[in-house]
């Protein structure tokens, strides 16, 4: 199957998925967090998919890898902010644990798609 949109990807549709669990669960987060955590947190989670789609975008290898390394950079930025706001008791343990599944198997995910499309231009060349 060849793929059209990135809305085909697996990677950018559970990107999508876990942006809106972030923004779920950041409602609880305290209203003096609103231009602090919270808005770090979910500005670093639409960052993911964001980034996964104006890279598929630019139909270009390399600029296409640069997006995926700053998803990437993003993702973890995210880890970051969740485990602050676990620290500072935001963030239940159970429900930090479930984040922290779902952004560790994205990372996995763009770091197979990196190392793919990294490959296949050093073929190119």
């Keep these: 199957?060849?793929?059209?949109?990135?809305?085909?990807?697996?990677?950018?549709?559970?990107?999508v998925r876990l942006v809106t669990e972030v923004?779920?669960?950041s409602r609880v987060f305290p209203k003096e967090e609103t231009f602090g955590l919270t808005s770090q947190t979910r500005r670093a989670a639409v960052s993911v998919?964001?980034?996964?789609a104006e890279g598929w975008g630019r139909n270009m290898s390399r600029e296409y890898?640069?997006?995926l390394?700053?998803?990437?950079?993003?993702?973890?930025?995210?880890?970051t902010h969740l485990e602050i706001a676990r620290n500072l008791g935001y963030l239940g343990n159970p429900m930090h644990e479930m984040l922290l599944e779902k952004t560790q198997e994205l990372n996995k995910m763009l770091n197979?798609?990196?190392q793919a499309l990294s490959k296949s231009m050093t073929k190119d060349e």
């Design 49 to 52: 998919p964001a980034n996964i």
């Design 1 to 15: 199957m060849k793929i059209e949109s990135y809305r085909q990807l697996q990677v950018w549709q559970k990107a």
């Design 69 to 79: 390394r700053v998803a990437r950079g993003s993702l973890l930025e995210l880890e």
């Design 65 to 67: 890898v640069q997006f």
């Design 112 to 114: 197979s798609m990196i």
């Design 23 to 25: 923004y779920r669960i």
